[in-house]
C-alpha cells in the first residue's frame, strides 16, 4: 500500500507551489525539531455546493425556473465553487502557523476541512486528536445573557457540568465583561461579544486549535492577553493555526506562516519571509 | 466496516517506532501513518454514534432550554407567552370549529375533543417542521463544532416537549372544567406522551435528513403537515364519519400515526369519549389495539429515522 503511494508522489510535487520549495525547505528546516506532526493535509481539493447563484444569462423569475425545469437542465441555481485546489502540509507540535491570503482566498474553508467539518472532495486530512475551531459562537444566542451563553458555549464543545462550573469564572474573568455577564449578549458591543467568545472557545484544552479572526476585534490589553493564552496553549504541546487579516497579529504568535492564493498555497515559510513577499 | 481509511489507521496505529523526520520523498499518507494520524472525516460506527450522543445530552437539554427561552425573550411578558400560546390556540379553534361551524352533534364534549387534538396534532407537526429545519438551519453550526449531528433534530424534538408539557398542563385545566373525571386512566397519559415523543424523534431525524439535502422540502412540508392534519381526525371524529365506510378505509384512517396517537390521548383523558364511541355505536379501535399501534409506529419511526439520519452523518454541512 505504501508502494502505491509513493508512485502518488510526482504527481503531487508538480503542483504549482513547486517553485516556492526552497522556502518551504528552509522552513521545515525550523520547523521540524519542534516535534512530530499533528495535522498532515493531503493534496486536498474543496468544492463547495452554492446555492442561489445565478449567472447573467438566467433571471430569477418563475417562468424561467418553469422553462429550466421542463428542459431537463438540473438544479440551475446551484453552483460549485472549488475553494481548495490541491494543498499540501505537514504541521507539527507546538506549531503556530498564520495563514493569510486575501478574501475568497480560501482560509476559512481550510481550516473548515483540517477540523474535519467540511468532507473533502479529494485528497485527505490526518490529524492527531480532533482539532477544534476557534467558532463557538455559532452556539451562542444574542438573545441569552452572558451567563447562560456561557454555559451553553461550553456544553457545545462537548465539556462536562464539572469542568464547566471549574472554568466558568475563569471564563467571566478572563473576557474582562464583568457585570456584563448578567445581560443579553444583544447589548454587548462588539469588542465585548469578541471577548467572551474567544474566553469560552479557549476555555478547553485542545490538541488542535484553529483560530479564525477572532482577535481582530478587542482592544490591546484584550489582544496582549489573548495572545499570551496562544503562546500557553503552544506550549502545552498543541498546534495552533490562525487566519487574520491583521499581519501584526501573525507575525508576534506565529512561527510559520502560510500564503493562501486562489485555493492554493503561494508560499509557506518563515513569518519574516512570507509576510514580506505578501506585503509586496 | 464503512471506514476502511481509519480502520487501517487504527490498525497501525501503534507503530509508531519509525519517527523519522519527513524529508519530501516519503508520501504524507505513509507519514500520517507512521505517526498514528487519523483522518479528520470519519463516520463513526452506530453504537459509538450512540454513546457521542449521550455525552452530549447536556448540550441537546441546555440548547432545548435555550431556544425556548430566547423565544420570548422580546416580548414584555416574556415566558408567559409559554402558556398565553396554547390557551390562545384552543380558543382560535373552539371558535372557528366549536362555535362557527358547529360540529358538536357526534360528541358530548366536542371542547375537549377539539383541544385534545389540536394540542396533540401540534406537537408532532411542531417537531416534524423543527426537525425538517434543525439541519439547514444551523449550518454554521455544524460547520463549526464536532457534536454528532443527531443532536440537533433532538434538541428540537425536546424543545417542543417542553412546550407540550406546558400546554398539556392548559389542556387538563381545561378538560376538567368541562367536566370529565379525574379517572386512573390519566396515570397512562405519560406512556402515551412517551411514545409519541419517540414517534416525533424519529420523524424529525428522517425529515432531518431530507431537508438537509432537498432545499424544496421546507416549501412542500407546511402543505403536506396540514393535509394531514386534516386526515387525523383533529377536528372531527373519524369513527363517527367512517361508520358506514368499509372497513379497511376506516383502517387506515385510524392508524395513521397522528389519529392513533390523538385517539390514545383522548381515550385517557376524556371518559365521554370512550362512552360516547360506545353508546352511538361507531366501530372503532380498542384502547390495547391503540396501545399496540402507538408502540409499531414508535419503533418504526425511531428505527428507521435514527439509521437513515446517521447514514449522512459526514456529508452534513456540505451543502
Sequence with gaps: MAVAELTKEPSRMAHPQEQHQPVKEAAEGVAAPSGTPTVIVDDLHIIYRVYGAASAAEKGNAANALIRLLRRQGRPQMKEVHAIKGISFVAHHGDAIGIVGRNGSGKSTLLRAIAGLLPPHSGSVYTDGQPSLLGVNAALMRELTGERNIVLGCYAMGMTPAQVKERYDEIVEFSGIGEFVQFPMSTYSSGMGARLRFAIASAKTHDVLLIDEALATGDRDFRRKSQERIQQMRGEAGTVFLVAHNLDVIEETCNRVIWLHKGQIKMDGDPATVLAAYNA | ?319
Design chain 2, 1 to 319: 466496516m464503512s471506514q476502511p481509511e481509519s480502520a487501517v489507521a487504527d490498525s497501525r496505529a501503534g507503530d509508531r517506532a519509525g519517527g523519522s523526520s519527513p524529508n519530501g520523498k516519503d508520501s504524507l499518507s505513509a507519514l500520517a501513518e507512521r505517526h498514528g494520524l487519523r483522518r479528520a472525516i470519519a463516520r463513526p460506527s452506530l453504537p459509538v454514534y450512540l454513546r457521542q450522543l449521550w455525552d452530549r445530552r447536556h448540550f441537546v437539554l441546555t440548547y432545548a432550554t435555550s431556544r425556548n427561552v430566547s423565544r420570548y425573550s422580546q416580548a414584555a411578558l416574556g415566558q408567559l407567552w409559554q402558556v398565553l400560546t396554547p390557551l390562545l390556540n384552543a380558543a382560535v379553534y373552539y371558535l372557528m370549529f366549536g362555535l362557527i361551524l358547529g360540529q358538536k352533534d357526534d360528541l358530548t364534549n366536542y371542547t375537549a375533543f377539539l383541544i385534545t387534538g389540536v394540542f396533540v396534532y401540534s406537537y408532532t407537526q411542531r417537531s416534524i417542521t423543527g426537525g425538517a429545519k434543525s439541519i439547514s438551519g444551523n449550518l454554521s453550526l455544524i460547520r463549526a463544532l464536532h457534536f454528532p449531528r443527531a443532536a440537533l433534530p433532538l434538541a428540537y424534538v425536546i424543545q417542543e416537549f417542553q412546550q407540550l408539557a406546558i400546554s398539556m398542563g392548559v389542556l387538563f385545566g381545561i378538560v376538567l372544567l368541562t367536566h370529565e373525571p379525574l379517572t386512573w386512566a390519566w396515570l397512562l397519559i405519560p406512556f402515551a406522551l412517551i411514545l409519541q415523543t419517540i414517534f416525533n424523534l424519529g420523524a424529525s431525524l428522517l425529515i432531518a435528513r431530507i431537508g438537509s439535502f432537498a432545499r424544496d422540502m421546507n416549501q412542500l412540508l407546511p402543505f403536506i403537515l396540514r393535509t394531514w392534519l386534516y386526515t387525523s381526525g383533529v377536528f372531527f371524529s373519524i369513527h363517527a364519519r367512517m361508520a358506514d365506510q368499509p372497513a379497511w378505509a376506516r383502517f387506515l384512517l385510524e392508524f395513521n400515526p397522528p389519529s392513533v396517537f390523538i385517539d390514545l390521548m383522548r381515550h385517557l383523558l376524556m371518559k365521554s369519549y370512550s362512552d360516547d364511541l360506545v353508546q352511538k355505536g361507531f366501530p372503532h379501535s380498542s384502547l390495547p389495539q391503540l396501545w399496540l399501534y402507538a408502540g409499531f409506529w414508535a419503533a418504526v419511526a425511531l428505527i428507521g429515522g435514527f439509521w437513515y439520519f446517521w447514514r449522512a452523518e459526514e456529508r452534513y454541512g456540505r451543502g
